[in-house]
């Protein structure tokens, strides 16, 4: 059990007979004779949808452990992302959904933690910057503002905010929960 003032980013939780990832918690402190909360942002872990939730802070949770394993990506279809455990050969379909809008970043070939409840894949960790080469974008441009920028396409299609220097070709590090350019990538990328 877990004192819902105790919620972070990342645990699962059985609440009202549904299983959650918590995704973003922050504890606010009552004040006077207010009570505190602990504002939450979930992840159905079986229907794949997200709810805002504020909890007591005394609330006691049930904490459920997620198991979490090494895949290699293979191919994705309009509906299903293949995953292939790489000890066993054995493949696992992950429905698009549960995968997200970043399944779009999945190139074959790739390694990923799973994370299964019961043997069944509830979420792709992906990782926090992701290197990816631009496609398409404007001709570089040198002038001394900072702050300015332009769009960019990705070779997958995905269209991010790039600095005004940057040019067709370049690998750049993407932080991939804001999709934004954080810098260039220092080696080359193939």
């Known amino acids: 059990m877990v004192l819902a003032s105790q919620l972070r980013a990342g645990m699962a939780i059985q609440f009202e007979g549904n299983t959650y990832k918590v995704l973003a918690a922050e504890y606010h402190p009552g004040q006077g004779k207010m009570p505190?909360?602990?504002?939450?942002?979930?992840?159905?872990?079986?229907?794949?949808?997200?709810?805002?939730?504020?909890?007591?802070?005394?609330?006691?949770?049930?904490?459920?452990?997620?198991?979490?394993?090494?895949?290699?990506?293979?191919?994705?279809?309009?509906?299903?992302?293949?995953?292939?455990?790489?000890?066993?050969?054995?493949?696992?379909?992950?429905?698009?959904?549960?995968?997200?809008?970043?399944?779009?970043?999945?190139?074959?070939?790739?390694?990923?933690?799973?994370?299964?409840?019961?043997?069944?894949?509830?979420?792709?960790?992906?990782p926090d910057v992701l290197e990816v080469k631009i496609a398409d974008t404007a001709p570089p441009s040198h002038q001394q503002q900072t702050s300015a920028f332009k769009t960019a396409r990705l070779e997958n299609g995905v269209?991010?905010?790039?600095?005004?220097?940057?040019?067709?070709?370049?690998?750049i590090r993407l932080d991939l929960q804001n999709m934004r350019y954080m810098d260039r990538a220092k080696g080359k990328h193939s």
């Open 159 to 171: 269209e991010v905010m790039v600095p005004l220097f940057v040019k067709n070709g370049d690998v």
């Open 36 to 126: 505190g909360a602990t504002h939450s942002r979930l992840r159905n872990l079986g229907t794949g949808t997200f709810w805002e939730h504020s909890f007591r802070p005394e609330l006691k949770l049930e904490e459920v452990s997620l198991e979490k394993r090494s895949f290699e990506f293979l191919y994705a279809d309009d509906f299903q992302c293949c995953f292939m455990d790489p000890e066993s050969f054995e493949q696992t379909e992950v429905p698009i959904a549960v995968v997200g809008a970043q399944a779009k970043f999945l190139e074959a070939g790739m390694r990923l933690p799973l994370e299964l409840l019961e043997g069944r894949p509830v979420s792709v960790v992906f």
